[in-house]
């Protein structure tokens, strides 16, 4: 079954985004918060709420592994499946992210309830 996205435009550019100051920026799109995140020149996205307890992740840190660390109870994710490494059982909401000649984007996938019954 292959997922379809709505795609969200956040910057011009990587160049264009505030990266400098920190290497987690909070984004809102389409009423929803996330984290986008840039380590070792790769770019991923997350919600921006932790699964666990709702700790803000953008207040958080990135591992050497390339895990974001919750700030509230440290627990650690994943950030290209959401997989909760630290071992509680938790899972995070990730999302694509392209980067295009347009812009750089971020994926909402479409569609969740339907995707299910195919
Ligand atoms: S709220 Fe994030 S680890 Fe508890």
């Known amino acids: 079954m292959e997922k379809k996205y709505t795609w969200h435009k956040i910057a011009e550019s990587l160049e264009a985004m505030p990266f400098a ?22 770019i991923t996205a997350c919600s921006q709420t932790c ?3 709702g700790g803000k992740l953008s207040a958080g840190n990135v591992d050497a592994a390339g895990n974001i ?5 440290r627990y650690k994710f994943n950030l290209k499946n959401g997989r909760n490494v630290s071992g509680e ?5 990730t999302f694509p992210v392209e980067i295009r ?3 750089v984007f971020v994926g909402f996938e479409e569609n ?7």
């Open 21 to 42: 100051e920190s290497n987690i920026i909070e984004e809102t799109i389409a009423g929803r918060k996330i984290c986008v995140v840039l380590h070792n020149d790769e």
């Open 51 to 53: 699964p666990h307890a």
């Open 69 to 73: 660390v919750c700030p509230l109870h």
């Open 89 to 93: 059982g938790y899972y995070l909401k």
């Open 101 to 103: 000649p347009a812009g």
């Open 112 to 118: 969740n309830f339907f995707n299910w019954l195919k």
